[in-house]
């Protein structure tokens, strides 16, 4: 391992970080609010220790397998730190673990919160916490790839370690092409979202902060009652629209816009498995909701349309207080909370392509029990899964629900009742935000021990970077020198 390659390359990414935080720098200079002081604070600290670690380590060596993963798992552990930096010097996040934990769940796209009343914090400080999930939904990695291109040989190890999915979908030879086009399709359709929402009624800043977190699929809200303050049909029907969009391979999206030609998505068989799991089950909540709570109304036709796709994009928006319905509507959407949006989307979870080659191959097996000399191949499209693709696949799902099982133990460990203990790790590995039970909508993650807190950043980190790119760094291997 090159760990001065490394830490240059972590310092250059701070650097850019500390830059981003002009953004809401200008708001507080624009509104006069007084966190602009803490603000600049933050920014020139994060500049400065960027920029010495990235000059004292510089090094023209290429970056190899290991060094991406390195950089990619300790980037988003150093940006998290400096980008708690704002909470801290403003004082309105007091605790070093909740300014990290609301840092972190930012960045991750996560969207699980410790504040007990967002309406209060300073609106400058709003606009960065939405901007961390902006930055962090198509992964920052890959934006400072863009936009650095002297990257080079080394930006697809990157890329490879950050982009959610078994594998990147390259549009370009060259991965900064690539990292940029994928930004392009991002910031239009933030763009476009932004304008319908204010068409909508909503004011520039709210449409703003939610265009960032629903395109990030991130869930932060500039309301204490989420997307469920605005009580427009319109804004909830824009919002589960992008949510959508932003559950589905952005490679799709980009075809999509430059041949104008829709069927790319009816032809791709992961987003049909997409939209049937969604109509599925927003069918079966709908008609559990109508029959045992509210009746068949649009109004149970929205809210379970809207929370059925906030929960499986693990976008994590509410307008309802869902923890309220029936025993069967939370069980589905706890176990849509494994689900995850497409591969190549922003969306976390375990990802849809994943579990229909799953599907698949368990189909396979059981034609094996019939004819056991056969071979049975898995095909998407009548294309072969290769072996190598399979097996990384099956080995996720294992690693992801063991790992799952064991942080619910560890949280059911420090008091936590079943539901809370199982929902919170299920909601913070899926990147979704908001769990049931003590973490549920109407409540948050301040009130759990501080030791769970760690535990759940570790949650968010592994399900943000897909597990293996954490877990390798504990491989003796990966520290040796070669």
């Known amino acids: 391992m090159k760990i001065r390659l490394v830490l240059h390359f972590v310092g250059l990414l701070q650097v850019f970080v500390g830059l981003t935080m002009l953004l809401p720098v200008v708001h507080a200079v624009f509104y006069k609010e007084p966190v602009l002081i803490p603000l600049l604070a933050a920014m020139g600290v994060t500049v400065i220790a960027g920029a010495v670690v990235s000059w004292l380590t ?3 060596e290429d970056i190899r397998v290991r060094e991406g993963f390195a950089i990619v798992t300790l980037g988003w552990v150093a940006t998290a730190a400096f980008g708690s930096l704002p909470f801290l010097f403003s004082g309105e996040i007091s605790g070093i673990t909740d300014a990290y934990f609301e840092t972190l769940s930012g960045f991750t796209t996560t969207g699980a919160s410790i504040l007990t009343d967002i309406e209060k914090m300073p609106r400058a400080l709003l606009l960065w916490r939405s901007l961390t999930q902006w930055l962090g939904g198509m992964g920052i990695i890959v934006l400072s790839i863009a936009i650095l291109p002297f990257l080079g040989v080394g930006g697809m190890q ?8 078994p594998t990147p979908d390259r549009l370009k030879p060259r991965i900064s092409q690539t990292a940029g086009l994928l930004w392009i399709v991002y910031l239009f359709l ?10 909508g009624g909503m004011e520039l800043y709210d449409a703003s902060n939610h265009a960032f977190t629903t395109m990030a699929t991130g869930g932060f809200s500039t309301r204490n009652l989420s997307v469920g303050y605005y ?3 319109f804004i909830q029907y824009v919002v589960t629209f992008f949510m959508f969009s932003a559950g589905v391979n952005f490679a799709l999206h980009y075809r999509c816009l430059t041949t104008l030609r829709p069927q790319v998505y009816f032809r791709n068989r992961e ?7 969604l109509s599925c089950a927003t069918a079966a909540i709908f008609l559990e909701n109508a029959l045992t709570q509210t009746g068949f109304a649009e109004k149970t036709f929205r809210e379970s349309l809207f929370q059925v796709v906030s929960i499986t994009t693990t976008t994590g928006y509410a307008t309802v207080d869902f923890d309220a319905w029936s025993p069967m509507s939370r069980l589905f959407l706890l176990a849509l909370m494994f689900v995850g949006g497409c591969a190549g989307s922003t969306g976390g979870g375990i990802k849809v392509i994943r579990l229909l080659l799953i599907l698949k191959h368990g189909k396979n097996e059981l034609k094996k029990l019939l004819h056991p000399r056969a071979i049975f191949l898995v095909k998407v499209r009548k294309i072969r899964v290769r072996s190598e693709v399979m097996l990384n696949v099956l080995g ?4 992801y629900i063991a790992l799952f099982i064991f942080c619910s133990f560890i949280m059911a460990a420090l008091g936590l009742d079943i539901i809370t203990a199982v929902s919170s790790v299920a909601a913070t590995m899926g990147n979704i935000g908001p769990g049931l039970g003590q973490v549920g909508h109407m409540l948050n993650y301040s009130a759990l021990p501080l030791f769970g807190k760690w535990v759940l950043c570790m949650c968010m980190l592994l399900g943000r970077l897909e597990i293996f790119t954490v877990i390798i760094l504990f491989l003796p291997e990966m520290w040796k020198k070669f």
């Open 396 to 399: 996720f799902f294992t690693l």
């Open 271 to 277: 987003w049909v498995f997409y939209v049937i799991i």
């Open 231 to 233: 009580q427009s049909p």
């Open 158 to 165: 990157l890329f490879r370690a950050e982009v959610p999915g």
């Open 190 to 199: 933030t763009i476009l979202e932004i304008l319908l929402l204010m068409f």
């Open 58 to 60: 510089r090094s023209e």
